[in-house]
């Protein structure tokens, strides 16, 4: 599935990943923690391809380098970003959006296009994932939207996509509980054997309610510690202060439980 | 220059499709304008002695009158000695039916787009089709006919229906009102002229369709729409050009009339040439469009302006009756070195008048885009009423937007807002629609008619479509 093989990343030549490692099996679901500014974000976005990163090493997706290919090919190669914070679109309707989306990335794999009336099935039934109501999909892609209204609009543009590595850039973040719950719920709704997830949080909190088969912790721009859904109590229960102020020489030494194989 | 940038330069510097000229047997006059051009204007078409009188008078004014210099507007000096003020297609003299029309005009209005063919046309669109200087046809004449409305060339309505023009003509934009309406009122050689009589639905879209096609010549067309009491019009205008090197003049004038309760939506995508990326050749489009709206009456001009090399153009309606609504939706996109210096006039007279501006401003590449608007508000205009909202989308960091709004309000019970905003297409936009799948050209494309929705909204179906393929076009390049 996904192999991230010593990854770096500079923005204006400030690193921020340093030889990040990575393997995600099909199916599973890894969390990612990380203090601010630890590079979670920027690992989602140097995934998708977004401009001004200086980039070395690999992250091979299906056995094909993302790292060499446009933003749009990386999406048709089954790549889906949920934004931490996404775009407002003004007088672009929001199912035009969606259709034209998916249609596009039908177009690279060869597939048919699909058409109005199919469509609005498909879209119905991501509405009701993340509980929508009827007239959302007539709306401005995001303009005017609430935080909430824009996490549930995320996970409804995953439910159509359906991609085959879906990475949620903290999706938590500014949701109350109730839009919390819808989203997670959203989430679980699309698990597979064929789809895997990278969850990108601060919180355990988000954890709680989309379990994860491995957790993370990202700091300084590498992943210095991994286990399972236990790790993210731990973090919970003592911050990242066990692992901020490490010596970086030694990071590599520390256990990589679970992510490497 | 950043990657994007780059790509947001491709993308603008597409080539213009309607490049092509036609060799079409033409008959041109000699350079030059004096007295002596516009009798002849006047006598190829045959026009009575008022007529010949009323060009003359307007070209002793234009004489005596200045080129505007006021609009931030670089313009090469125009040498009006060197253009041709007549240029006609010779055809067969009389056209019976649409199978008369020359099959050279009707080989260059197919490759348009625009078949004349009554059959092959836009159902419910009628159209006069209009090349260089003259009307070549125009279709479902009948079909107007019976119900009552008269939808023909400006010379046939002259031969035909002189007294509707001679009450008319001028009496919107009268011959002295600007340089270059006082030029038009010279030399103009044809354009449309409609009437809806009163009480009735004009039963399809009118649509008037202008190609310049001989070098070195100006367009001088005149429109004139009256709307009698309680009726109701719908006219579409669309105009495009062959790529050539040297500029172009075109300098129309269009005067709407509508009566008590009249409706007159009027439509214009102009896609003339707009010129190369150096700013080479284009047309130099100076155009006067007003209306004057009587009592209860409605004026709403919509505009989707991507060509030209320079626009210099403010429709405009006069609020005279009590009630009155006006109306201004506008896009203007320019892009290699064009230049557009456009916005609208409303001017307020009757009490309870209301008028509203919605204008989006597209600027790429080395394109400078200036809104222009005054809104004025007369003493007698109680409870008058205004929206305004200009809106400014830069791509690319060589363009410019400028906003100058003139307001000017003598009645205080008048109600005046003016909105304006500038932003960029964002690089977030671009990457966020890209993620989902989208190539960057669809994405800038999506973005762009996205901002330009409210004024889309405004044209009639077909017209939409048009407008949203050529913003495309306009944008589109060599990415991938």
Redo the contacts between chains.
């Keep these: 599935m996904l192999h991230v093989n010593n990854l770096n990343v500079s923005i204006s030549d400030t690193v921020i990943l340093n030889g990040l490692n990575l393997d995600v099996g099909p199916g599973e679901v890894h969390a990612i923690m990380g203090p601010n500014g630890s590079g979670k974000s920027t690992f989602a976005h140097a995934l998708?391809?977004?401009?001004g990163y200086q980039i070395a090493g690999t992250a091979t997706l299906d056995g094909v380098d993302l790292l060499d290919l446009?933003?749009?090919a990386?999406?048709?190669a089954g790549l889906?970003?949920g934004?931490q914070y996404?775009?407002e679109?003004?007088?672009?309707n929001n199912m035009?959006?969606l259709r034209?989306?998916?249609n596009?990335?039908r177009r690279?794999r060869g597939d048919t296009e699909i058409g109005a009336r199919d469509f609005l099935a498909v879209a119905q039934e991501a509405m009701d994932l993340v509980e929508m109501k009827p007239g959302f999909l007539n709306r401005?892609?995001n303009a005017g939207f609430s935080g909430g209204e824009k996490k549930r609009n995320e996970i409804l543009?995953m439910a159509v996509?359906e991609p085959r590595l879906a990475v949620l850039d903290e999706t938590d973040s500014g949701l109350d509980i109730d839009a919390l719950r819808i989203v997670a719920s959203g989430v679980n709704a699309l698990r597979g054997p064929e789809r895997s997830m990278i969850v990108i949080t601060h919180y355990q909190r988000l954890l709680e309610y989309i379990r994860p088969d491995f957790v993370h912790v990202l700091v300084d721009g590498r992943i210095v510690e991994s286990g399972d859904h236990t790790l993210a109590l731990h973090l919970e229960d003592n911050g990242y202060a066990d692992f901020v102020n490490h010596d970086l020489d030694d990071a590599p030494t520390r256990p990589l439980s679970g992510a490497t194989r | 220059m950043s990657e994007a940038l780059q790509e947001i330069k491709d993308l603008t510097d597409a080539d213009y499709e309607y490049g092509f000229s036609s060799d079409l047997d033409t008959d041109i006059a000699p350079p030059g304008l004096d007295e002596d051009i516009v009798r002849l204007i006047s006598s190829k078409k045959d026009e009575p002695a008022w007529l010949l009188e009323w060009r003359l008078k307007a070209f002793a004014a234009w004489k005596s009158m200045e080129e505007p210099d006021w609009a931030k507007l670089e313009i090469n000096p125009i040498d009006y000695q060197a253009l041709s003020y007549w240029a006609a297609p010779k055809m067969k003299p009389v056209l019976d039916s649409m199978d008369d029309v020359d099959p050279d005009i009707r080989e260059m209005f197919d490759k348009l787009g625009i078949p004349l063919h009554e059959q092959k046309t836009l159902s419910n669109v009628a159209v006069d089709a209009i090349v260089d200087s003259v009307s070549v046809t125009t279709t479902f004449k009948k079909t107007l006919a019976k119900a009552g409305v008269i939808f023909c060339s400006f010379s046939e309505a002259v031969q035909d229906h002189p007294d509707l023009v001679r009450e008319h003509l001028g009496s919107v934009v009268p011959v002295r009102d600007n340089y270059f309406a006082a030029l038009n009122s010279a030399v103009f050689s044809d354009g449309s002229f409609c009437y809806i009589p009163a009480g009735v639905r004009c039963p399809m879209e009118l649509s008037t369709y202008f190609r310049i096609n001989a070098m070195n010549t100006g367009q001088f067309e005149r429109t004139l729409i009256i709307a009698e009491d309680d009726s109701h019009v719908s006219y579409l205008e669309g105009c495009t050009a062959p790529q050539r090197d040297e500029n172009q003049l075109h300098a129309a004038v269009v005067e709407l009339v509508a009566k008590d309760r009249a409706e007159i939506k009027y439509s214009t995508v102009q896609n003339w040439y707009p010129g190369d990326e150096n700013g080479v050749g284009g047309i130099y489009n100076f155009v006067t469009k007003r209306g004057r709206a009587h009592t209860d009456a409605k004026i709403s001009w919509t505009q989707v302006e991507t060509g030209s090399a320079i626009t210099w153009k403010y429709p405009s309606v006069i609020l005279q009756g009590d009630r009155s609504v006006g109306e201004f939706y506008s896009v203007a996109l320019s892009s290699k070195r064009q230049q557009a210096d456009t916005g609208s006039k409303m001017i307020h007279i009757g009490a309870d008048t209301t008028s509203s501006i919605i204008s989006k401003g597209i600027s790429a590449g080395h394109g400078q885009n200036t809104y222009r608007g005054l809104v004025k508000v007369l003493r007698s205009a109680k409870n008058a009423r205004n929206y305004t909202q200009c809106d400014s989308l830069l791509l690319g960091s060589e363009c410019g937007a400028h906003t100058i709004p003139y307001i000017e309000v003598k009645n205080p019970s008048a109600r005046v807002e003016h909105e304006a905003s500038t932003s960029t297409v964002g690089e977030d936009q671009l990457y966020y629609c890209r993620q989902r799948g989208m190539s960057e050209e669809d994405a800038m494309s999506m973005i762009v008619n996205g901002f330009c929705r409210e004024v889309f909204d405004e044209l009639p179906m077909e017209f939409a479509v048009e407008a949203q393929r050529l913003l495309s076009v306009s944008l589109e390049g060599s990415v991938g």
């Design positions: 998708a391809g977004r401009d446009e933003p749009e990386r999406a048709a889906f970003i934004f996404p775009v679109i003004p007088g672009v035009y959006f034209t989306a998916l596009s990335v690279a401005a892609v543009q996509m």
